[in-house]
Every structure is written in structure tokens, then in C-alpha cells.
């Protein structure tokens, strides 16, 4: 919407305050210029943001097209034979603009992670600085995972390989190190808050989160696997009832038993 001195004198007609300000302005028509200036340079500069903000809606909305074809295509093919063809193919973007943002296979990939780091990294920090007990968190962090696995298994699958690529290529081996260094942080920061508060009994926190997070890990394999009748919200309900009564301490009750 762009303005105008006379559609805002228009719009505020029945405002006495602004009568008398529009009658001032129109007996000193250096002061009206000035203002009508203002205007212009308003209308331009809130035009130029709202196509910069339609810009960037277009760039991420492309760019999220290309990672959502890169993932299909992993999926089905593997990194080795992935081609960046085969992104285009599946994104239904030209070729030119898929090189427009990404520069190679590699880089799409890498680019891939970054993505599901922030949008994961969001809900899993969210779960940590709730104040929630450290068994309900540790109980959310272990649903978090299920839920991942449910609604979207391929990217379970695909963090699979990336793992296999990390054995050989640097550049992944560096980003999926700081990807689970981040996750193994924060349920450090869980089992501590548990310790601290003396829900859990006292443990080495590094180990004791180390195993939690090798536990959740574990759930890739019924993404890929036939799990021999076992269901992967059994096996995630299991683990954590079997984690958390390690962790906790346990009643003067028990220990006399």
C-alpha cells in the first residue's frame, strides 16, 4: 500500500487535530513539500523492503526445493551414484538454478545437515530449557527421535550414509562431529540437571549422556532394517524406561530389598 498527503488528509477528514495540522501544512507549501518528499521517499523504501522480503521468500523456498530432491534422490541411490542431474530431475528446477546456489553435489549435501541442524536444533533446545524434570526431558528427547523416524524415515536413512562419508571425507567427518557434539551437549546438560537436583543418582555425566545418545542412534536401524516383529516405539519406550531406572535413584525401600 503506498501513501499520499491528500489520502491521508482524506482518511483523517473527520479528525479536527488533524484538520487544523493539514490546514497549517497547506498555507506553507515549503513545509507541504518537505512532507510530500517524505512521502515518496517512505512509499520507495517500504516498496524496496517488501520485494527484498518476496526475494528472500523465493530464494529459501527454491533452496529448500533443491534439498528436499537432494534427500530423495540420496535415499534412493546413495551419494556415490547421486548426480546433480538427478537433483534436477527430481526438484523440477533448470539446472542453472540449482548451480546458482549450490556449487556441487558436496555442497548441497553439507548444506543439507546446516538445514536439519536448525530446524531440529530449535524443538531439542526448546525441550532442554523447559522446566520439566529431567526424566520428562529425557522422556521428550527419546519421543523427538520417534517422531523423526515416523513422520520422515529418509532422513534417518540419509544420516546413515553421511555417517559412511564421514569415515572418508573430511568435510563431512567435521560437520556431523559438531552436529553430535551439539546433541551429546545438550543431554549432558539433562543428565547434570538430573544429578544436580538429585533425581539422578551420582555418574559420570559425559558417559551416561555418551549412551543415551548411542541408545537414540539405535532407532536408524528400524529405518532400514526389518526389526524381526519389534516395533521402533516399543524399542524407544523400552530403552527409555530401562535408561531412566538406571539413572534414577533408586528409594530407601528398595535398597533394603
Same mark, same amino acid.
Given at each position: =500500500?503506498?501513501?499520499? #498527503?491528500?489520502? /491521508?488528509?482524506?482518511?483523517?477528514?473527520?479528525?479536527?487535530?488533524?484538520?487544523? /495540522?493539514?490546514?497549517? !501544512?497547506?498555507?506553507?507549501?515549503?513545509?507541504?513539500?518537505?512532507?510530500?518528499?517524505?512521502?515518496?521517499?517512505?512509499?520507495?523504501?517500504?516498496?524496496?523492503?517488501?520485494?527484498? =522480503?518476496?526475494?528472500?521468500?523465493?530464494?529459501?523456498?527454491?533452496?529448500?526445493?533443491?534439498?528436499?530432491?537432494?534427500?530423495? #534422490?540420496?535415499?534412493? *541411490?546413495?551419494?556415490?551414484?547421486?548426480? =546433480?542431474?538427478?537433483?534436477?530431475?527430481?526438484?523440477?528446477?533448470?539446472?542453472?538454478?540449482?548451480?546458482?546456489?549450490?556449487?556441487?553435489?558436496?555442497?548441497?549435501?553439507?548444506?543439507?545437515?546446516?538445514?536439519?541442524?536448525?530446524?531440529?536444533? #530449535?524443538?531439542?533446545?526448546?525441550?532442554?530449557?523447559?522446566?520439566?524434570?529431567?526424566?520428562?526431558?529425557?522422556?521428550? !528427547?527419546?519421543?523427538?527421535?520417534?517422531?523423526?523416524?515416523?513422520?520422515?524415515?529418509?532422513?534417518?536413512?540419509?544420516?546413515?550414509?553421511?555417517?559412511?562419508?564421514?569415515?572418508?571425507?573430511?568435510?563431512?567427518?567435521? *560437520?556431523?562431529?559438531?552436529?553430535?557434539?551439539?546433541? @551429546?551437549?545438550?543431554?549432558?546438560?539433562?543428565?547434570?540437571?538430573?544429578?544436580?537436583?538429585?533425581?539422578? *543418582?551420582?555418574?559420570?555425566?559425559?558417559?551416561?549422556? @555418551?549412551?543415551? =545418545?548411542?541408545?537414540?542412534?539405535?532407532?536408524?536401524?528400524?529405518?532400514?532394517?526389518?526389526?524381526?516383529?519389534?516395533?521402533?516405539?516399543?524399542?524407544?519406550?523400552?530403552?527409555?524406561?530401562?535408561? !531412566?531406572?538406571?539413572?534414577?535413584?533408586?528409594?530407601?525401600?528398595?535398597?533394603?530389598?
Amino acid at each position: =500500500m503506498s501513501y499520499s #498527503v491528500n489520502t /491521508f488528509i482524506n482518511k483523517t477528514s473527520g479528525s479536527p487535530t488533524y484538520q487544523i /495540522f493539514f490546514t497549517y !501544512l497547506t498555507k506553507y507549501p515549503i513545509v507541504l513539500a518537505l512532507v510530500e518528499t517524505y512521502v515518496v521517499y517512505f512509499n520507495r523504501l517500504t516498496g524496496r523492503f517488501r520485494i527484498a =522480503m518476496t526475494q528472500i521468500s523465493n530464494e529459501e523456498s527454491r533452496k529448500r526445493q533443491i534439498l528436499d530432491a537432494a534427500l530423495e #534422490v540420496v535415499v534412493k *541411490k546413495g551419494y556415490a551414484d547421486c548426480r =546433480m542431474d538427478d537433483i534436477v530431475e527430481v526438484s523440477g528446477l533448470s539446472k542453472g538454478a540449482i548451480y546458482w546456489y549450490y556449487k556441487s553435489k558436496k555442497e548441497i549435501f553439507l548444506s543439507l545437515i546446516n538445514h536439519w541442524v536448525n530446524k531440529f536444533g #530449535v524443538t531439542l533446545n526448546h525441550i532442554v530449557e523447559e522446566d520439566h524434570s529431567a526424566s520428562d526431558q529425557l522422556h521428550e !528427547l527419546f519421543a523427538f527421535f520417534l517422531n523423526i523416524f515416523e513422520k520422515n524415515p529418509d532422513v534417518l536413512k540419509a544420516e546413515l550414509e553421511f555417517w559412511a562419508l564421514a569415515s572418508r571425507d573430511s568435510d563431512f567427518r567435521k *560437520k556431523t562431529q559438531v552436529v553430535y557434539h551439539e546433541l @551429546l551437549e545438550l543431554i549432558e546438560a539433562t543428565v547434570a540437571k538430573g544429578v544436580e537436583n538429585g533425581e539422578f *543418582k551420582n555418574l559420570d555425566v559425559k558417559v551416561a549422556a @555418551l549412551s543415551i =545418545m548411542v541408545n537414540i542412534e539405535g532407532i536408524i536401524w528400524f529405518a532400514l532394517f526389518d526389526a524381526d516383529g519389534v516395533q521402533a516405539r516399543h524399542y524407544i519406550e523400552t530403552i527409555s524406561d530401562f535408561i !531412566l531406572a538406571g539413572l534414577s535413584k533408586k528409594t530407601i525401600g528398595e535398597n533394603n530389598e
